[in-house]
């Protein structure tokens, strides 16, 4: 995505860190590693931003509509 | 900042109850993906089932109601009879489905009723504990079938969709799953067909959908992934097993995405 | 202008839903009351409302779960083994508030029993066949026309309390022809909205219908609200038919088709001189305790009579608190009391006193 910079949010107390979405993403963009929410799950985080192509995977992966995705 | 994917419009923004990497979180999505994109939010009457999905309209932003274990197509029977030009849906379990519930499914296929069935095979009655289902594989190791399932003593895995297909009534009937982006996109588009052939008043339509169930597969969820690709898919194979309808079109066909609001600007509604 | 007819029962039944407005009909055949069934597929279809022969009696009861959810009037019928085959579906509607209508036309029990009237089901529908602390009307119709009149009625009580309403009959009342008379264009009063009701949430927000209430006290305040409706329905819904019963020294308390045959038995007791009189339950629940407890006041003697190896006495004895002064006899398997029997029996609580 030349020039457009897309930004993935991950709400961190939906997120149940199954990882479904870091296993999808081709570009690694996403890891473990952020921190313990409420209930008690090491949620996962945007590690490589720029790394991001928008393809969306890892939001149609989650099952717990944890992942926004927007440009421009 | 334009969005490119969000919570669906038809979802309310309550947590989940499901397990981490639990099949139904993501079903439902997609289920409300598809009634944003049809615009039919307002006509929709669900019918939740008795299992883990029971608890579906607290995620869901239509009207729904909740059937006795098993009779899910019996009260959607009624629904849509009465109100036959909403779209009526009912999401069901292996254990709602294809264990009590198997009368009550073949004969709503057997009439012919114009209603979508999302049937969820996940392999185990997951609400209870994990204890064996219909759908059970031989050799898997359950709550109530711990000395693996075997077929001279726990019979074989069921599969209501193959048996299914020989009735009239019911004109489209498809098997998908939701390891993978691509099977995810799948399931939409045969939710989508299905919805869409019920709006075109053809008939009974059922889309099953093999669903990770970590907690008592007694995996975790990536690997519970794999596990469908491995084996479920051997004995449950994807893919249509009965399609009488090709012009009916599993891509939106009517009414236009409106714009969206902002993630969850409606306070989470508490459902006592 | 008022019609006659001559019809069963069953089909009175029938014919009273139809004029109440009920469009949406689920049964199974099962004697003997298969003569509803048939007669409801050919009206709906005539009233272009909905007939389903469901593939079981418990299909049925959730075909009519579904339609009350979607605001219609709804009914199902059947005979003893088939309400039990309900009572998870009348449990359920009880709990999400719904209303309904259910006709049990009784035949001889328990296990398959027989298809003579029967008397067997009165615990099951009044103390609750299904699971939870719920009430459902019963009404218990004595002929041809009060099959017509209770179900026509139902459907209002029905909707007016948001619970089931079951018309209690059995084979004789179900089978039995008789003159039915009715204005030709009877029809629903004024049918209540509901508002409650599930028709896709088009500018509303959404809503469910459900009785899972998991959130802990949630499930309590529900049931709250139930027993304060089943209160409101005991004060203003108990429904009795008495019959001289102000100088009667012996009582028959009987409902449906036994008190006609208790009906000829105090007139011919009353021609030997005996004073007996009548005490006819219409509503099974909400029973009449307190009526018959002021006739007890007066120090009567009360025989009970069922087709039953005896249910309702209880019922009277708990109004009555004197077991002494209350008698039973009963006709279990399908039998039908004797007109000579009652009268022996009624002669003997007389003389000793």
Same mark, same amino acid.
């Given at each position: 995505m030349d020039g457009k910079k897309i930004k993935i949010r991950i709400d961190a107390e939906r %997120?149940?860190? %199954?990882m479904f979405c870091v296993k999808v993403c081709p570009k690694k963009v996403l890891d473990k590693g952020g921190k313990v929410n409420e209930r008690g799950v090491q949620c996962v985080i945007v590690k490589a931003p720029e790394e991001c192509i928008g393809c969306g995977l890892c939001a149609i992966m989650c099952p717990d509509s944890a992942i926004e995705i927007s440009s421009g | 900042m334009k969005k490119m994917f969000e919570k669906p419009r038809s979802m309310t923004c309550a947590r989940t109850h499901y397990c981490s990497g639990c099949g139904h979180g993501l079903i439902h999505r997609i289920i409300c993906e598809v009634i944003d994109e049809l615009d039919i939010a307002g006509r929709v009457v669900a019918v939740a089932p008795v299992g883990c999905a029971v608890l579906a309209y607290d995620y869901w932003d239509f009207d729904t109601t909740e059937a006795a274990h098993g009779r899910t197509p019996a009260v959607a029977t009624g629904i849509k009879r009465v109100l036959p030009d909403n779209v009526v849906f009912t999401y069901q379990g292996d254990g709602d489905l294809a264990a009590i519930g198997t009368a009550e499914i073949i004969h709503a296929a057997n009439r012919g009723e114009n209603i979508s069935v999302i049937f969820v095979n996940n392999g185990v009655y997951g609400m209870t504990g994990g204890q064996m289902a219909p759908t059970t594989l031989l050799g898997q190791t359950t709550a109530t079938s711990q000395f693996t399932r075997r077929a001279d003593k726990e019979g074989f895995p069921i599969k209501i969709l193959e048996m299914m297909k020989v009735l009239p009534g019911a004109v489209y009937l498809e098997r998908t799953s939701v390891h993978s982006p691509k099977e995810v996109a799948k399931t939409k588009s045969a939710i989508m067909k299905s919805f869409n052939t019920q709006l075109g008043k053809k008939g009974f339509s059922m889309v099953e959908i093999i669903s990770p169930c970590p907690t008592y597969w007694g995996m975790t969820p990536l690997e519970s992934m794999e596990r469908i690709e491995k084996e479920v898919i051997k004995v449950y194979p994807l893919g249509s097993v009965k399609d009488t309808l090709p012009q009916m079109s599993s891509s939106r066909t009517r009414g236009s995405i409106k714009p969206r609001n902002t993630i969850c600007d409606r306070s989470p509604r508490s459902r006592g | 202008m008022k019609k006659r007819y001559l019809c069963t029962g069953n089909e009175a039944c029938g014919e009273g839903a139809i004029r109440a407005a009920c469009r949406f009909y689920a049964g199974y055949p099962i004697t003997p009351q298969n003569e509803l069934t048939a007669y409801m597929s050919r009206r709906m279809e005539e009233e272009n409302g909905t007939f389903i022969q469901a593939e079981s009696e418990l299909a049925a009861i959730n075909m009519v779960f579904g339609a009350s959810v979607a605001r219609a009037r709804a009914m199902t019928s059947s005979s003893s083994p088939g309400i039990s085959l309900k009572q998870e579906g009348i449990s359920y509607l009880a709990g999400c508030r719904l209303p309904a209508v259910i006709i049990n036309i009784m035949r001889g029990g328990p296990g398959l029993g027989n298809i003579a009237p029967s008397q067997s089901d009165y615990f099951q529908a009044t103390k609750g066949g299904g699971h939870g602390d719920y009430r459902i009307i019963v009404l218990a119709p004595a002929n041809v026309q009060e099959m017509f009149d209770f179900t026509f009625e139902a459907f209002d009580l029905a909707d007016k309390y948001r619970i089931p309403v079951m018309i209690l009959a059995d084979g004789i009342l179900g089978q039995m022809m008789e003159p039915l008379e009715f204005d030709e264009n009877i029809k629903p009063k004024k049918i209540i909205d509901k508002p409650w009701a599930l028709t896709g949430a088009k500018n509303r927000s959404a809503k469910s219908i459900r009785s899972l209430w998991l959130k802990p006290g949630s499930l309590e305040k529900l049931n709250e609200e139930l027993q304060k409706t089943y209160k409101g329905i005991s004060e203003k819904e108990t429904r009795y038919e008495e019959y001289p019963t102000k100088d009667a020294d012996v009582v028959i308390v009987s409902y449906g088709a036994v008190s006609r045959i208790a009906r000829v038995c105090a007139n011919d007791l009353r021609k030997e001189g005996i004073k007996a009189g009548i005490f006819r339950p219409i509503s099974l629940w909400p029973f009449p305790y307190k009526e018959i407890r002021r006739i007890a006041g007066r120090g009567t003697k009360f025989l009970v009579v069922e087709m039953s190896a005896g249910q309702m006495v209880e019922d009277v004895r708990l109004a009555v608190q004197d077991d002494s002064r209350v008698d039973f006899l009963g006709r279990m398997g399908g039998g039908i009391p004797e007109e000579k029997a009652i009268i022996e029996r009624i002669k003997k609580m007389t003389v000793i006193s």
């Open positions: %997120c149940k860190g %199954c | - | -």
